[in-house]
């Protein structure tokens, strides 16, 4: 992981899920996140974006943020980024990090500028 940037994890575009049924199923705060990437391909640029595997459990996060926060999307913020306000959280591991489609939207635009979620 790049210690510069913000990491988002989010899942696959399709994954199956036995608990849901037969077929695959798509994450929609994942479809909203990447939605914004598209709208604003610059960010691309300035984070740093991973696809998680559906099943748990998810090794990549847990080694950042241990097993609690799993939960795609999710953004972590680098180990050196200055102490942010509400919606950013702290996981056990003491990495700053940001969950759900609306709050790394909320987070997005308070730090590169991009228009905030209507609510």
Known sequence: MSSEKDVLFLLPPGFPDAKQGTGDFFCPDCVTVN???AYHPHLR????VKVA?????RQEVIAL???DHQGCPVLVLPE?????SAPVRRSITGRQFVAGAIEIGDYL???YGT???HR
């Open 35 to 37: 939605g914004l990437l």
């Open 45 to 48: 640029d300035r984070i740093e």
């Open 53 to 57: 595997p559906f099943a748990r459990p």
């Open 65 to 67: 943020l241990g097993p």
């Open 80 to 84: 050196e980024a200055p102490p942010e």
């Open 109 to 111: 635009a308070r730090k």
């Open 115 to 117: 228009p905030v979620p």
